[in-house]
DNA sequence: TAGTGAATGTGAACACAATCACAAGGAGAG
DNA sequence: CTCTCCTTGTGATTGTGTTCACATTCACTA
């Protein structure tokens, strides 16, 4: 169909752009070039124009990219206009973080429902959504037809509202949870691993500090 | 003087071993080949003999690597043993979600302290930590000798402490808010950006779910 | 002690993405 | 209208990481 393959590289950069793109229209900025893109988001200037190019010709020549006008192509591109219904499991510190969030519509989805095992939470509005019963889960998520939720429990808990899950239908889970080997292979789990993630920034870190000690053993 | 040059790519997948492993020891597993580790990490099996035989042979052919033994050479290849200070600036939803968090220190690092500015917050202790007032931040950085810290602030507040950071003499930043054009250039900034995170795993299941669809305009 | 089966460790081939370098082309000045 | 400047868009090149395929080596058995 599309005549060139597109890296998924590209793809991850475009949401990237979009960020920046979104400072530069707040500051007020009209017009940019592919190398002031490129600083703000801190890759390479013809990274950014030949991702661009990948789906046609946004900018002219000799003045640069009109930023509202590619800010439109991008949300085209990246489907922020189709907004995706999802659920959230877990209304602890993170899911509260998620429910309280605002900007979520306006890049593609939208927190509609959330479930706790606590008592003393269900009934209770977070961020708008009213909290229910965990025990309604299954039902609930397959009456509105959901194909995402969030996961965001703790870790021993994971595994088996995955499962439960994945038996209601939804096709695709956003866990906080490490994946581990008991999560459900049947359907996607992708894993935003807060520990790991300070981990490997961390020793990133270290790195850039200690200039020049040897890596193995 | 390390031989030859480890990708980074290898580093990152350690740390993704090192959760693996961690799961196959709870399991009570004690030997593990690379393909049943490849298959836990959701990455090739070549990829995992490589990325190990980079710091020596820790295998043992026709059997497969130890369990424990591999852990503890990755530990101390990924200095889980350098147990790192940080201060954590806002005591939010995620602050709190950071704070309670309690296997940080198994890997390598420790928040000893916390700033708000909020008065409600001030004093109060959360996961073993006394909230201390954002006013005293910089004098009690440089005082305690931190490198690096964890921002998780609203956005439109990070920029302005990220630059009062950097006068503190900090050289990272892990901040939970879009880096945009307005975070200081001295110093190293990475971000998790949770509603890029979740617009790019919404792009991608919903392509899972839509197998042949045009990719361009 | 020799034979068998299994999984490692690794050079070579491949695939993919980053970067370079330049031709093409628009905008604005005079 | 033409000339110059500037930035895009893109073929070619380089660099890097992934994957393959197999020789190597170990444990176990009889």
Redesign the interface.
């Known amino acids: 169909?599309?005549?060139k393959r597109?890296p998924s590289e590209t793809?991850?950069r475009l949401?990237?752009y979009m960020?920046?793109l979104t400072?530069?229209l707040r500051?007020g900025t009209c017009t940019v070039s592919s190398k002031r893109l490129a600083e703000?988001c801190r890759v390479n200037a013809a990274a950014v124009r030949k991702d661009l190019s990948?789906?046609?010709g946004f900018g002219t020549r000799g003045v640069g990219y009109d930023v509202k006008e590619l800010m439109e192509h991008l949300h085209r591109i990246?489907?922020?206009d189709?907004v995706?219904d999802v659920a959230l499991v877990g209304v602890?510190?993170?899911g509260?973080?998620?429910l309280?969030?605002s900007?979520?519509e306006l890049?593609?989805?939208r927190i509609i429902t959330a479930f706790d095992c606590d008592p003393d939470k269900i009934g209770t509005k977070v961020g708008g959504v009213t909290v229910e019963d965990m025990d309604h889960m299954v039902d609930r998520v397959r009456e509105l037809g959901l194909?995402?939720v969030?996961l965001a429990v703790p870790d021993s808990a994971a595994p088996k509202i995955a499962h439960t899950l994945e038996k209601a239908g939804v096709?695709?889970i956003?866990s906080f949870s490490?994946?581990?080997?008991?999560m459900p292979h049947g359907i996607?789990v992708?894993c935003?691993?807060?520990?790991?993630?300070?981990?490997?920034?961390?020793?990133h870190?270290?790195r850039?500090?200690e200039p020049?000690?040897?890596?193995?053993?």
Chains 1, 2 share one sequence.
């Not at 490490?178 to 008991?182: G, I, N």
């Open positions: 169909m599309s005549p597109i793809i991850d949401f990237l960020r920046g400072c530069l500051e703000i990948y789906f046609g990246l489907k922020y189709d995706t602890g510190n993170i509260r973080a998620l309280t969030h900007d979520f890049e593609g989805f194909d995402l969030i096709s695709s956003l490490p994946c581990d080997l008991f996607e992708t935003i691993d807060l520990s790991m993630e300070m981990a490997r920034l961390l020793y870190s270290r850039g500090n020049a000690e040897e890596v193995g053993v």
